[in-house]
């Protein structure tokens, strides 16, 4: 059996803990296969939030095992904090979920490391989440990093004490001022607190799931365009959110890759710093980000709000070979009677083009919009295809016109029951 891979084709936050866990019950096995605690997987069911950060978007089903990839970076005191949280649950943790030995550790030092870069980079800040993700995947890199494994040997201490006394180095160059000692405590007890979990080695367990046929689900973190080489660079995360992540971050070959689900809202969002060529600065955006509840699921920020961006989204089916579309939040845009699309871009020298420029923060563009008329109605409450209003319906037409990809869920609302299937 392949692996589907499902994954967010925009600046993240498209929806993706809610289509997982939607899908999840045709699935035996959910895996996350990068990314870290600074991504927030929001789902809504039975008339309660929920919000996971590292833990695979299947957890809530206990006949589905849940693994967390390699190509994970993992912070223990916030994994702690959140299996704590879903106490009330009653999850037993033993049978559903699997952490790869290889996975990263996220060090209290890298997140020191991470404000002290932020800090440094001034008016050109990337807007961090200041989790620690990126030094952690620095270490990686560099050879330097310290994997769940490593936390099972006798030298797990002297070998953490190794590299802190690198990241305080490093610290004492940018003359940044911290505490460490009240950060270890927490972090040593969420580190006993791991070893009493399944730490595998899950490249072998997955494969051995594809071999016995069971069906995998891939779940990516983050979106497309914030991939570490095919993102708006540098205003991107530290890993590769695309299909080939799920690749290297799992240990499944290109071969073993079924359908790969492209999750997008019905406009577009971003956190944080970095290019927005649709980005709204009037009384629409507001109303988008207020009507959408545009807040982020893990740091709480506000998120810029702008309209669907066709060039953009094009490129990200293209990378990732997407091949079928989920449309999500088309409830927000019921509030607007005329909704606009990015169609292509006009450049500086005139140039109209369609592909995404190399330098989106060099690069002038002009964004070049279709107008289509809106809906204006509530459609929380629609629950087929065909009750629909005619103009969402052309809406979705239009869009699968243009990117040549059927769209075969779209989202009315956060509830597990608000959910189209086309």
């Given at each position: 059996m392949k692996v589907d891979v499902l994954l967010g084709l925009q600046w993240g936050d498209e929806g993706k803990g809610k289509v997982v866990d939607y899908l999840a019950p045709k699935y035996n096995v959910v895996a996350r296969f990068q990314g870290g605690p600074n991504a927030g997987h929001t789902l809504e069911f039975d008339g309660h939030k929920h919000v996971l950060h590292q833990i695979p978007s299947g957890i809530f089903r206990e006949q589905i095992h849940n693994i967390i990839g390699n190509g994970v970076v993992l912070d223990p005191v916030i994994f702690k904090k959140e299996i704590e949280g879903l106490a009330k649950f009653e999850i037993d943790f033993t049978k559903n979920l699997y952490i790869s030995k290889k996975t990263q550790i996220i060090l209290p030092s890298h997140k020191l490391l991470d404000a002290a870069f932020e800090q440094a980079k001034g008016k050109?800040?990337?807007?961090?989440?200041?989790?620690?993700?990126?030094?952690?995947?620095?270490?990686?890199?560099?050879?330097?990093?310290?994997?769940?494994?490593?936390?099972?040997?006798?030298?797990?201490?002297?070998?953490?004490?190794?590299?802190?006394?690198?990241?305080?180095?490093?610290?004492?160059?940018?003359?940044?001022?911290?505490?460490?000692?009240?950060?270890?405590?927490?972090?040593?007890?969420?580190?006993?607190?791991?070893?009493?979990?399944?730490?595998?080695?899950?490249?072998?367990?997955?494969?051995?799931?594809?071999?016995?046929?069971?069906?995998?689900?891939?779940?990516?973190?983050?979106?497309?365009?914030?991939?570490?080489?095919?993102?708006?660079?540098?205003?991107?995360?530290?890993?590769?959110?695309?299909?080939?992540?799920?690749?290297?971050?799992?240990?499944?070959?290109?071969?073993?890759?079924?359908?790969?689900?492209?999750?997008?809202?019905?406009?577009?969002?971003?956190?944080?710093?970095?290019?927005?060529?649709?980005?709204?600065?009037?009384?629409?955006?507001?109303?988008?980000?207020?009507?959408?509840?545009?807040?982020?699921?893990?740091?709480?920020?506000?998120?810029?709000?702008?309209?669907?961006?066709?060039?953009?989204?094009?490129?990200?089916?293209?990378?990732?070979?997407?091949?079928?579309?989920?449309?999500?939040?088309?409830?927000?845009?019921?509030?607007?009677?005329?909704?606009?699309?990015?169609?292509?871009?006009?450049?500086?020298?005139?140039?109209?083009?369609?592909?995404m420029p190399f330098q989106l923060i060099d690069e002038e563009v002009e964004p070049i919009y279709e107008t289509l008329p809106g809906w204006k109605v509530d459609i929380t409450g629609v629950r087929s295809f065909a009750d629909m209003p005619e103009e969402l319906k052309n809406y979705i037409s239009y869009i699968e016109q243009q990117t040549g990809v059927p769209i075969k869920i779209v989202s009315v609302g956060p509830d597990r029951t608000q959910t189209i299937i086309s």
């Open positions: 050109d800040k990337i807007g961090s989440t200041l989790k620690g993700i990126g030094p952690s995947y620095q270490d990686k890199i560099a050879r330097n990093g310290l994997r769940v494994g490593d936390i099972l040997a006798p030298g797990f201490e002297e070998r953490y004490r190794n590299l802190v006394n690198k990241h305080e180095r490093i610290l004492e160059h940018y003359e940044f001022e911290y505490n460490l000692d009240e950060a270890e405590a927490p972090f040593f007890e969420a580190v006993e607190f791991l070893k009493q979990f399944n730490l595998v080695n899950s490249e072998y367990q997955i494969n051995e799931c594809i071999q016995s046929n069971q069906t995998i689900l891939a779940e990516g973190a983050q979106g497309s365009l914030l991939d570490i080489d095919f993102g708006s660079y540098p205003y991107v995360t530290s890993s590769n959110t695309m299909t080939a992540g799920a690749c290297t971050g799992l240990g499944v070959a290109p071969k073993n890759i079924g359908e790969v689900f492209g999750i997008f809202k019905a406009y577009c969002t971003r956190v944080g710093g970095g290019p927005f060529p649709t980005e709204l600065f009037d009384e629409t955006g507001v109303a988008i980000q207020k009507e959408g509840h545009e807040f982020g699921a893990t740091t709480g920020r506000p998120r810029r709000c702008g309209w669907l961006d066709l060039p953009a989204l094009k490129y990200a089916i293209m990378i990732n070979g997407v091949s079928q579309l989920f449309m999500m939040k088309a409830d927000v845009l019921s509030i607007l009677g005329e909704i606009k699309i990015c169609t292509s871009y006009k450049l500086k020298d005139g140039t109209v083009t369609e592909e």
